[in-house]
């Protein structure tokens, strides 16, 4: 079947709470672009690509990024993914975003063609759902322990506490969640590359107390000997995230033992073929991994929920749910049911555009 059209339409969610903040940054609203590719009989294939700065994508870019890769998409053989994507490496060195979203379009396509979900296409599923892992923003401690209480109440049963470095308060945070939430919630830490070495080994060993499953990215993301260091120093799991943002990072993540885990994030590494790449050299050396925050349309939570259920190795929670907290989402046909997200039925990702 061959490529006959491929348009890209700019998205803009609307945050519930515009006040979210993380370590990076805040914005209002999460930005990104809806990329629709259909082959000659009129099917359909749908990617998300996230504008997101520390990933290396504004909006502007972004467009651009699309626009430049579309010749190499365009009138090619919708089952090609593989020598597609190997003419848009060719013709663009870096832009995972956008290359993200076109790979997984032509895997949504290929598998709405055939009539079979997403995962079929990754070898069958391992699972019919994950449980959600919700993230909290920053803010003051007794504000984060109530949104945290808010979602226990909804059903959820991970957490994730944002951070930024200061280690008398994030220890606080951390405090307040637990006791607000009691014993039986999973807590994991996100500093956001926020901590030096030192820091980060102390806020770790005094939150530790408080029983968290996991702390990810304490270190600046070039800071392999620290973050190596603050590994073999805490008692808990330490994951890398802004670390592992290519194939390469992770190789040399784990080959080098750097880290107990690592968060994959599809946007980020370029799409489905490159997010098997890398859970596969995860597996290979021994390091856990999972899929890390989709923040976008249910389109994207839903692309990593497929990738989810059809990976051995994932066997915690999935940060997979943020589009709960956003609004004007143009997919349908997924929701997140007492804290776990399971896999739709129909061909392809199993949700449906509302868009133009």
């Given at each position: 079947m061959i490529i006959r059209d491929y348009a890209s339409h700019p998205n803009v969610m609307r945050k519930e709470d515009p006040t979210w903040k993380f370590a990076l940054g805040a914005s209002p609203v999460?930005?990104?672009?809806?990329?629709?590719?259909?082959?000659?009989?009129?099917?359909?294939?749908?990617?998300?690509?996230?504008?997101?700065?520390?990933?290396?994508?504004?909006?502007?870019?972004?467009?651009?990024e699309l626009k430049h890769l579309r010749p190499h998409v365009i009138e090619q053989d919708a089952d090609a993914i593989g020598a597609i994507c190997a003419a848009m490496d060719r013709a663009l060195r870096g832009a995972p975003q956008a290359k993200a979203a076109v790979d997984c379009a032509l895997h949504d396509l290929l598998a709405r063609r055939l009539g079979v979900p997403l995962y079929q296409l990754f070898g069958g599923k391992m699972r019919d759902s994950v449980p959600?892992?919700?993230?909290?923003?920053?803010?003051?401690?007794?504000?984060?322990?109530?949104?945290?209480?808010?979602?226990?109440?909804?059903?959820?049963?991970?957490?994730?506490?944002?951070?930024?470095?200061?280690?008398?308060?994030?220890?606080?945070?951390?405090?307040?969640?637990?006791?607000?939430?009691?014993?039986?919630?999973?807590?994991?830490?996100?500093?956001?590359?926020?901590?030096?070495?030192?820091?980060?080994?102390?806020?770790?060993?005094?939150?530790?107390?408080?029983?968290?499953?996991?702390?990810?990215?304490?270190?600046?993301?070039?800071?392999?000997?620290?973050?190596?260091?603050?590994t073999r120093t805490v008692p808990v799991t330490v994951e890398a995230d802004e670390a592992a943002g290519s194939l390469s990072e992770i190789y040399q993540l784990v080959t080098r033992r750097a880290v107990d885990a690592?968060?994959?994030?599809?946007?980020?590494?370029?799409?489905?073929?490159?997010?098997?790449?890398?859970?596969?050299?995860?597996?290979?050396?021994?390091?856990a991994y999972r899929l890390g925050a989709a923040v976008g349309p249910r389109l994207l939570a839903v692309h990593g929920l497929h990738l989810a259920c059809a990976l051995p190795g994932v066997t915690y929670a999935c940060e997979l749910g943020e589009f709960a907290r956003l609004l004007d989402d143009p997919f349908e046909g997924v929701e997140i049911v007492d804290g776990a997200l399971h896999l739709p039925r129909g061909p392809g990702s199993g949700v449906t555009w509302t868009g133009p």
């Open positions: 999460t930005e990104g672009s809806i990329l629709r590719i259909a082959d000659e009989q009129g099917n359909e294939g749908f990617g998300y690509a996230s504008a997101t700065p520390h990933m290396g994508s504004i909006k502007e870019t972004l467009e651009a959600i892992l919700r993230i909290l923003a920053i803010k003051k401690p007794e504000e984060m322990a109530a949104q945290a209480q808010k979602l226990v109440d909804q059903g959820y049963r991970y957490l994730k506490i944002k951070v930024h470095g200061e280690v008398a308060e994030d220890v606080a945070r951390v405090a307040a969640i637990r006791r607000r939430v009691g014993p039986d919630v999973h807590l994991t830490i996100d500093a956001n590359q926020s901590y030096t070495t030192k820091d980060a080994i102390i806020a770790i060993n005094r939150m530790a107390e408080f029983d968290i499953d996991l702390v990810e990215q304490p270190v600046p993301a070039d800071d392999f000997e620290g973050l190596s260091l603050v690592v968060s994959l994030k599809i946007p980020k590494l370029g799409g489905f073929r490159n997010t098997i790449a890398a859970a596969r050299i995860c597996e290979q050396g021994g390091i």
